[in-house]
C-alpha cells in the first residue's frame, strides 16, 4: 500500500496519473471526503467494484455511489437527466448530498441497473483531485454493518493490505453520512437523510 498526502499527490502530474492508471485496470484507493473517507475505483471497472465489494464484506449486487467534479463526469457516466432536473442540483452542489439519477446503461458501479448515485463532494482539495482523476466511486471506508472510518490510521490498520493507494488528508469531519434522494421521481424522495438537510434543498427544487 502507497501512502500519500492529498496536498503531494493534487500537486504532482505524475503521481495523479499514476493513480489514474491503477483505478482504470481495477485498483482502489482509499481517498478522504467531507464526511468520512470512500473506497475509489473506476466506475467503469467491474475488478475494481468487485474488490470494493468483497473488501467491505457487502452484497455485490448493491450499487456504489459515484464522486464527481464537472458537469462533463455526469455526461462520461451516461446520466441522463434533462438540464431542467440537473440545475437545480448544482445550484446546491459542491454539498454531502448525493443524487440517484437515470442513466444510458448499467456501468460497473450501478451493479446492472440504469440508475446510478452521484455526488460533488464539499472538500475543495478532493474536487481538485477528482478534476485530473475523473470520476471514481465513494462509498465508504467500512466492514459492512461497521460504522464507517474518518482517520486514515484507522484506515490503514484495518485496510493496508486490501487498498493499493492510501491519500492522507488528515481526520475527515465525520459526522453524518450524504443525504442520499432519488431523483428519478416526482418529487424526488429521500432514501437516506444525512448530513444535508432535506428541507433546505427541498425549497430549492
Known sequence: ??????????????????LRELL???????????TFYALATDPLSETGVRRICEMK??????ALPVLFATREHLNWLGVDAPPGILEPYFQIWPAPLTVVFSIRQPIAASRGIKKLGVRMPADRMLRTLLQSLGPVTGTSVNRS??????????????????????VDGGRTPGGKASTVVD??????AVLRPGAYEWPRMAARL
Open 1 to 18: 500500500m502507497q501512502r500519500v498526502r492529498i496536498e503531494d499527490l493534487a500537486a504532482s502530474r505524475e503521481q495523479t496519473f499514476r
Open 24 to 34: 482504470s485496470k481495477g485498483g482502489v484507493a482509499a481517498l478522504p471526503t467531507e
Open 57 to 62: 464484506g457487502r452484497d455485490d449486487v448493491k
Open 145 to 166: 454493518g461497521s460504522p464507517p472510518l474518518d482517520d486514515p490510521d484507522a484506515v490503514e490498520a484495518l485496510f493496508r493490505r486490501n487498498i493499493d493507494w492510501l
Open 183 to 188: 431523483a428519478t421521481t416526482a418529487p424526488p
